[in-house]
Structures are given as C-alpha cells and as structure tokens.
C-alpha cells in the first residue's frame, strides 16, 4: 500500500530503504513533508508519520544520534514562542507514568525554548520505543528507540466509519471495509478516475474507491443482488428492503454523485465498447466458497437442438471455472485498462501446492505486488497488483494459452473441493479430540 501510494504522490519507494519484517516500525526516505502528508491522507495500513530526529538500539545511542540532528533543523519547532509536549508510545510493553515521565526528563539536553501545552500544542514530539513482538518475552529493555517530530495520522478511523456492520446494503461476501481501502490504495484510485467492479456483488469495493473521487461502475450476472431483491444477507432479516441497493449504499456516506450505474451483465460475455475506458478495475472474484462462480449459456450451446429449430434460444446458468474467471479478467484488463492502470484482484490459494508460476500473467500487465491474506491454516488468498505496460493487441487476447502459464493455474478450479476438505478434516479432528 505504502509503495502504491508514494508513486501515486510522485515519490519512489526505494530498496534500500529500512523495512524491518518483525517491527511495525519503518524508517523512509520521503522528499518532502507535504508527500508525507499526502501519503497519509490514504493509507489505513500506517498509524502516523513522524520527521526522525534520531534513533538507536539503546537510550545511549537515540541520545547520541540526537545530538548529531543539525540545530537548524530543530529550532523552528523550538521556538520561545511556540508550545509544545511530549508522548511516548511503546509498542509489546506498558510503561507507569514515573517511568515516562523519566524519559522525557532525560531529553532536556534537547534545545526546548516554548512552552509546555498538553491540550492543545503546534508541536508534537514522539519517543517510540519497540520491545520486540514475542508477549510471552518482553525485554527489559527497548531494542530500538525512536525520536521525531509528528506531521500526520493515517485514515484508520475509515474502517471503523464505513464498517460493513453499519451499511445499509450487504450481502455473504461483502468486503471488509479496512481491505476495500487498501485495495483502492493498490489501484493507485485518484479524483476523476473511472474504476469497476465486474463482480460488483453489494458495491463494497465501488464506496472505497469513490471515496477517494473516482467514479464508479460495476456488473454482476445476480439479477436480485443488483436489484436489491430477495433473501437479505442481515440477521434476523428475511427479505431485503425496498431501498437496499448498490445506489443506497453510497448514499448513505455521501458518495452518490460519484455512482455510474450497476449492470445486470455476465463478465464472460463481451458487452463495453472497445477502447480504453477504465483507471483501475477493482474486484473480488468469487471462490465458489459462499457464492458459485457462474455464467451465461443458451440452452442451444448446452443441448445441441435438432437442425432447423427456432427453439431453446434462451439463457441457462452454468458454472464458471475459476481458471477461466482469472483469465478473463486478465484479457479483460489488457483490454480495457488506460495505459497505466491497475487491475487489483484476490486469488484464493490452497497453501500446500503454491508457487508463484500459479500467479496469472498477461504480456500487457506488469505484476505489481502479491501479498497474502490467510484464510485457514491449508488456504489464503493473495491480493494481487499489476498494471498495465502494452497496448492490446488481438493477438495478446489468448496469450495466456501459449505461454506455458495457463496450466498450472488450471488447478483453481479445485480450490472449493481442497477448501471444503480441510473443514471436513478440522472438524474430524475436533470431534475425536471431544471423544477423549
């Protein structure tokens, strides 16, 4: 996300910069504070930012590192005339408040000229303290500190305004709020953009996006979901509303001006315009698992008809491969994608059998990220990122077909039976387990 949203502000996220896997502490090189603000005006992954003055792996070395800050970058915020305080934060550990106060004391070789003001300081100076991530092995002491200015929060408040638990219209597989927003922020989701959903289920993914300003569209081939007809997905709630749609839903936050429309459309028949239409497709393809991944077929393609009959014209459903779902999608986002843009879609593993040849490629798309959500202990899914770096062609339209990358991902189709066997197993076990 972090990546995602330092190339969108115009910065680069460089590899050499500090990412410590075991901490949830990163030092980055940002160019300026107001890309550092702008970064923090979208992520709900980050808490907040701060301008480092110093860090070590022991008080000795934080202090050290502090007096090697160069003055003239301190002494605007330690003016005589500003006010100021002071916070610790330690991350595995709780600190008595004698033992805070104790650190901060420690500071005064610092070159504070204001005022102390707890309520309501213009600057805000941080320790950050980092005592590992075991609970069980807490040490004693601190094995880095940190010591900055604070410039920004993140927008974690998101997940809790626009939880799934106060919406108007959901449904099984409505997606969690604090997953929608990251994965708009992984489409690089700007003002004015197009952004759809081909399987647009209750619209979770459309609100994130158009929260950011970007205007939204999406299909789905569940006539009653885009309708908001049926049984409702809510607890003690037997049929849905009359005002329980798509539409609604973005009402509801204030997002409706951003709101295209919602299609009643099967993703595996072609129905857009050829061209260049959308900035980001942002979808949640489904698994088998709570819904069937299904599709559109005349009764003429599913029963060959005695030659010469004008009958059996009409649709059925049949199911609809997941292999086949990802390579749809990819052509799709060859196709339709601007030069640029982003195709961010989940793809559900079984953990045992995974690779990354089982990733789906395309010549036109350029992976981007791939990063794991676990499911249970035998599945996940991965949030996959690519952007789009060739025009389409019509011979990349089957690509996928020549490239030796089509087969292993063919084993999809079998993620609902690998699925469904370790829940059968789990629950085996568990009842064995209350036998003895």
């Not at 009402?251 to 009643?264: I, S």
């Not at 996940?380 to 991902?409: A, C, H, W």
Request: hydrophobic share 35%; with cysteine.
């Amino acid at each position: 996300e972090i990546t995602s949203l330092l190339s969108l502000c115009g910065g680069q996220f460089s590899g050499e910069q500090e990412i410590r896997v075991n901490s949830p502490f990163w030092i980055l090189n940002i160019p300026s504070e107001e890309m550092a603000r702008g970064l923090m005006k979208r992520t709900v992954c980050a808490k907040s930012i701060f301008e480092l003055w110093g860090h070590g792996k022991s008080a000795g070395e934080l202090y050290a590192s502090l007096k090697n800050y160069p003055t003239d970058k301190m002494l605007p915020y330690l003016q005589s005339d500003s006010t100021y305080k002071v916070h610790i934060h330690t991350f595995n550990k709780t600190l008595t408040q004698a033992q805070k106060i104790k650190k901060i004391d420690a500071l005064e070789f610092l070159p504070f000229k204001g005022k102390v003001n707890l309520k309501n300081p213009e600057h805000v100076f941080w320790i950050l303290e980092d005592y590992g991530m075991n609970p069980n092995d807490v040490p004693e002491e601190p094995i880095h500190l940190y010591f900055g200015r604070w410039i920004a929060d993140g927008q974690r408040e998101l997940i809790e305004s626009y939880s799934v638990k106060k919406r108007h219209f959901i449904g099984n597989t409505s997606m969690d709020a604090c997953l929608s927003f990251i994965m708009a922020n992984h489409g690089r989701v700007k003002p004015n953009d197009i952004v759809y959903d081909p399987f647009v289920g209750t619209g979770g993914l459309l609100i994130s996006s158009a929260h950011f300003g970007a205007y939204v569209c999406g299909t789905d081939i569940d006539y009653n979901t885009i309708h908001g007809l049926g049984k409702a997905s809510r607890k003690n709630q037997k049929w849905r509303g009359p005002d329980e749609n798509i539409r609604a839903n973005l009402r509801q936050y204030g997002l409706e001006k951003y709101y295209l429309d919602a299609l009643v459309a099967d993703f595996s028949r072609p129905i857009w315009r050829k061209g260049m239409l959308f900035d980001a497709i942002i979808t949640d393809p489904p698994y088998g698992i709570r819904e069937a991944p299904r599709r559109m077929r005349s009764q003429k393609e599913a029963v060959k008809s005695v030659e010469g009959s004008t009958e059996n014209h009409f649709f059925i459903s049949s199911s609809y491969h997941l292999s086949d779902i990802f390579s749809d999608l990819l052509k799709f986002g060859a196709e339709y994608l601007v030069m640029g843009g982003r195709l961010v879609y989940w793809l559900p593993i079984y953990r045992p059998e995974y690779t990354e040849e089982i990733i789906p490629r395309h010549p036109c798309l350029k992976l981007i990220s791939n990063c794991e959500q676990l499911l249970s202990s035998h599945t996940s899914r991965r949030l996959i990122t690519m952007e789009k770096v060739k025009e389409f062609k019509d011979q990349d339209g089957n690509s996928y077909l020549l490239d030796g990358q089509y087969m292993p991902y063919r084993g999809h189709n079998s993620f609902r039976e690998k699925y469904f066997s370790g829940v059968t197993k789990r629950i085996a076990k568990e009842e064995k387990d209350n036998q003895k």
